[in-house]
């Protein structure tokens, strides 16, 4: 028996193309930067489930990049994870309160945090 067209399954959608996105968005340097790393895939893996991820601008990363470039492996992996909230989080809910959030970096016992506040 065939399928009719009522019966066909859905197309399952694009998945959303992070480091696309952010390049066009003013931080090309810094997603470079992401995908020669093993940060990436961690990044990539957890789209679905919904993230955050506050990016530096072309030139803020560029004027870091001395420093990075002198960090080890695992600090510059670690570096990169701390830009990421592994829930997310829409602009409005950013601008609503001062708070801690965890970040997705967890080195042994210790947790990274970070502290958003609304400047405005």
Do not use: W
């Not at 997603?31 to 961690?42: H, K, Y």
């Not at 909230?85 to 601008?95: A, F």
């Amino acid at each position: 028996m065939a399928a009719t067209e009522d019966e066909a399954p859905t197309p399952v959608p694009n998945q959303l193309n992070l480091t696309s996105l952010m390049s066009k968005r003013g931080c090309k340097v810094f997603t470079n930067t992401l995908v020669a790393s093993e940060a990436e895939q961690t990044f990539d893996n957890n789209i679905e489930g919904g993230l955050t991820v506050f990016y530096p601008t072309n030139q803020v990363f560029k004027d870091f990049m001395l420093k990075y470039k002198n960090l080890t492996g695992d600090g510059k992996n670690l570096l990169l994870l701390y830009h990421r909230i592994p829930v997310y989080h829409s602009m409005e809910m950013l601008r609503s309160k001062n708070r801690v959030v965890n970040t997705i970096v967890i080195g042994g016992a210790n947790k990274y945090d970070s502290t958003i506040q609304n400047d405005a």
